[in-house]
């Protein structure tokens, strides 16, 4: 799930504190994110362009916390949209949709987990990466 | 990009192994009352209906099956209900009466149309049938008086046997109970209110029905829906604390189209 494969160069402590930045970004929006999943994807992309001329660990970071971010988006608009037409729509209450809540809160859970454990950890000069979004940020992000 | 592509699949389907897996767990009670589930229901439905097909004619005058559609959308739409999901069947019998089937399903049989003064009389006694199937009574009943055993026994069973001639004639035939009939018309009040119909003729045909008990042709209805005189009056206090107005239905001639 979580690698420390080593990184190209050392960063210095300026890119470290934005690539830690980075994650605590989507960490303070996740509280508001859960009921508006648009506002964790807001907070993290604004961070990203922000950072994009900045050292590669720094935008290789940010990418990877903003892709994690886009596809909880997904899972949390799910949530909200399913929600929204089970009480003001057609929609039943179902098993179904109780056991999507409970996956994407469990999701959203680990995510949440993750996201602390790799802001301490690249403030620390520490290079993490995840299961899916690693190999996909190092196919999006160049050097 | 390759790694990341099977590791995407890998969570994807992680993801469905884990909703798939919840979801086995009955968090809303939605098998029903007991274990029954959605299936079983909807296929002892499908099982009463052939059963009814064997018994009866499909009524066919599209004219009039129109109005039953566009009733039963009417009352659905104003309601949050569905109108797809509940399937109208319309019998050809001079048999007054009216039912709901398992698997949402609600019979009609044309006695009833014609025994009905006008369309909103009849969208009353629809607007009943539909306030048990939001409440789920027909599955209640028959959980209570045949329980799952025999249910999940049933649906495996053919059209024609006689145990399901017999359990169609006890759901055609026989009432509710009678906190259950009363709930039913509260939900239709509040159905034929919100769809802009007036509750009073759902008073006024129950009310007549009760008149016609003694009589020689007796509503079959009456038998599955008893103290209608009590529920009259019941509709009419609520319809008294209304102050809307209502338009009427059906422009058409009711009469007419029931000939």
Known sequence: MIQHPPFPYQPPEAE???????YLMSLIAIMVGMPMPIV????????????????????????QAMLSQITIFFVNAGAVGWTLYVFFGAGELSNYYIAYLITALLINLLEFIMTIYTAVKTRRGVHVEWWFWGPMTHALCRK | ???????????????????????????????????????????????????????YQRAYDDSLLAVVDMIHRRICEANGLDPDSISVHVFETSTINAAVLPGRNVIIFTGLLQFAENAEEFAGVHAHELGHIAENHVMERMMSEFGTTLLIMMSGMDAGSEVIANILRILTTTAFSREQEREADRAAITYLEEAGIDPVHLGNFLLRISTRESGRRVPEWVSTHPDSRARAAEIFEKRGEMDAEFEPLYDGDWEALMR
């Open chain 1, 16 to 22: 470290l504190e934005k690539a830690s930045n980075s």
């Open chain 1, 40 to 63: 964790n994807l807001l907070a993290t992309g604004i961070f990203f362009l922000g950072n994009r001329r900045g050292g590669y660990f720094t935008r290789w970071h940010c990418t």
């Open chain 2, 1 to 55: 990009m390759k790694k990341a592509v099977l590791q995407f699949l890998i969570s994807l389907l992680l993801f469905a192994a884990i909703w798939f897996g919840l979801s086995r767990i009955d968090f809303v009670g939605e098998s029903t009352t007991e274990s029954i589930g959605r299936e079983t229901e909807r296929r002892i439905g499908d099982l009463l209906l052939k059963q009814l097909d064997l018994k």
